[in-house]
Nanobody, 119 residues
Framework: QVQLVESGGGLVQAGGSLRLSCAASRSTFSIYATAWYRQTPGAQREKVAHITTGGNTNYTDSVKGRFTISRDNANNTVYLQMNSLKPEDTAVYYC?????????????WGQGTQVTVSS
């Protein structure tokens, strides 16, 4: 069973930066791609970005040019570098992993990390 553990959330002023980490424990051979989702109270989870094992990336329009997703295969960790943060980026951010040939969201979720951007 794959376990994903997020870290790096916190409180930051608008215009600031944070880097989130998603560390995968145990075997990760079943994970083809990893994504970051975010959720605000009363709303559905929104996929923010994803990266495949081959390094292909995709971003939702609202974060393009501000967020960067990357991965460290040696340490089974995926990062989300968030720059120029805005109050509307405030949410709980979740790491999600899916096997090859399946659709988003995948079956593997982390516990979430809170990101709060003050104006």
């Amino acid at each position: 069973q794959v376990q994903l553990v997020e870290s790096g959330g916190g409180l930051v002023q608008a215009g600031g930066s944070l880097r989130l980490s998603c560390a995968a424990s145990r075997s990760t051979f079943s994970i083809y791609a990893t994504a970051w989702y975010r959720q605000t109270p009363g709303a559905q989870r929104e996929k923010v970005a994803h990266i495949t094992t081959g390094g292909n990336t995709n971003y939702t329009d609202s974060v393009k040019g501000r967020f960067t997703i990357s991965r460290d295969n040696a340490n089974n960790t995926v990062y989300l570098q968030m720059n120029s943060l805005k109050p509307e980026d405030t949410a709980v951010y979740y790491c999600n992993g899916r096997p090859f040939g399946t659709s988003w969201p995948g079956p593997y979720w982390g516990q979430g990390t809170q990101v709060t951007v003050s104006s």
